[in-house]
């Protein structure tokens, strides 16, 4: 059955140059967790060599499947939760997908709220003379940061653009400061030319760690890249977008564990005396990564309750109230090893929507549907592929009792969510070429 849906398509005058788009990729990737990740990589004993190659094979993973589904979206004008309607069907789409995309950005966009209100909370108490923020204190600051980021996230791509556009420079002059000044004060330069780790844990571990911290951003490209005005423009913002600012972040935390024993760049800042400057920049990481969060949320939402777009707003801001509440309420720091798990069943879905739109629909848009119900060979597919994600990646490792009662939960091997796309992608082309009808 062909559905047409004329809630979520962008209209031509809606289309936005690939630099704007670009520059949301590089405000999501500037965050705090990619700075821990490039200083978990030097941890492991990767060379600064290793840490680059690491780095460029596993964004040049990501950027391949998100320009697939970047692609997609930029001829349908659709968001992934509605493309996925092509592979699994509306109802599929609609209670598997959207629901997973909806707990996994709920709580990831609290966890982020949660970190730049302590952080905010830690410096008034500093300000005010007090050893220690309350925990109303704490609670206050992650409602009121939670609440202006979902300001931002509600006023739709627009909003995020020119976030980015202040932000993003901003964020790299500060990153640089603290890498030169961090240098300097700890004699950086010595640390760095010593630095020659007997034992690496090896290229694999440096790219899954890469891969890790991206994957879910990669799926969720569509809801940002169907703003594109062609597929040219796809390829130019993720590419630009992602690999310089994720190369730079990654190293930044690498450099920085290397020289001064830690990744946090508003941590070292504040060691040096200017930690004003430091929870700025905390601020705006967060800031720029968390309204992705909320914006992916609400559009996925939207698809879960049956709405069009034109509810975006509603739904943006009930989802972003229900992660930045459990924030202030503390209730995610239980969620957390659930929402790992969320985001690990995720990047599957781009194997079944990159085989149904180009290998089924050949890339056209004109073959493309929306099929109503459960369409088996999808949600078969994407179940297979998630499990395999998470068997493969050590996803479910880290459930206490769980692998240990069951041995075979937990297989490494090579990069989990790529293995999960890859397999997902296979397993939906034979399903669908061994079901003509489906």
């Not at 961090?182 to 891969?211: C, D, K, R, W």
Request: hydrophobic letters at 55%; a neutral charge.
């Amino acid at each position: 059955m062909n559905e047409k849906n004329t809630g979520f398509e962008i209209k031509a005058e809606q289309r936005q140059s690939w630099i704007s788009i670009a520059m949301v990729w590089a405000g999501g990737m500037i965050c705090v967790p990619c700075l821990m990740v490039g200083g978990v990589l030097s941890g492991g004993g990767l060379s600064l060599p290793q840490i680059i190659i690491s780095i460029l094979i596993g964004y040049g993973m990501i950027c391949a499947y998100m320009i697939f589904i970047g692609m997609q979206a930029c001829d349908t004008g659709l968001p992934v939760a509605v493309m996925a309607e092509g592979a699994l069907g509306k109802q599929g789409a609609r209670y598997i997908i959207s629901l997973l995309l909806v707990i996994a950005c709920i709580g990831w966009f609290g966890i982020q709220s949660a970190t730049c209100g302590t952080a905010f909370a830690s410096m008034l108490a500093s300000i005010l003379g007090m050893s220690a923020p309350s925990g109303a204190m704490t609670a206050a600051c992650s409602i009121v940061w939670g609440a202006i980021m979902l300001i931002t996230a509600c006023a739709g791509f627009k909003g995020l653009k020119w976030l980015n556009y202040v932000a993003v420079p901003l964020l790299v002059i500060v990153c640089l400061y603290g890498i030169i000044a961090g240098i300097i004060s700890h004699n950086g330069g010595a640390a760095i030319a010593a630095y020659a780790p007997e034992q690496s844990a090896g290229l694999v571990f440096g790219i899954s760690m890469t891969v890790a911290s991206f994957a879910l951003g990669g799926v969720i490209s569509a809801d940002y890249c169907r703003f594109a005005k062609s597929r040219s423009d796809v390829v130019k913002s993720s590419i630009a977008g992602v690999i310089p600012a994720g190369l730079f972040m990654l190293l930044t935390g690498a450099v920085m564990s290397i020289v001064t024993g830690q990744y946090d760049i508003s941590a070292i800042l504040a060691s040096l005396g200017v930690p004003v400057i430091g929870l700025i920049a905390l601020v705006l990481a967060t800031w720029t990564t968390n309204v992705t969060n909320a914006y992916s949320g609400g559009l996925a939402l939207s698809n879960l309750l049956g709405f069009d777009e034109s509810k975006f707003t509603i739904t943006t801001g009930i989802a972003g109230a229900i992660g930045t509440l459990l924030a202030a309420f503390g209730l995610l720091n239980a969620f957390q090893g659930f929402l790992s798990l969320m985001s690990a069943l995720i990047p599957p879905l781009a194997g079944v929507v990159i085989a149904d739109y180009w290998v089924v629909c050949k890339g056209n848009k004109e073959n493309f549907k929306q099929n109503s119900g459960f369409s088996f060979p999808g949600v078969a597919a994407f179940t297979i592929g998630a499990l395999a994600a998470c068997i493969t990646g050590g996803t479910f490792a880290s459930f206490p009792g769980l692998v240990e009662t069951v041995p075979f939960l937990n297989l490494p091997f090579f990069v989990g969510p790529v293995n999960g796309i890859v397999l997902s992608l296979a397993v939906y082309i034979i399903l669908k070429k061994s079901n003509k009808n489906q």
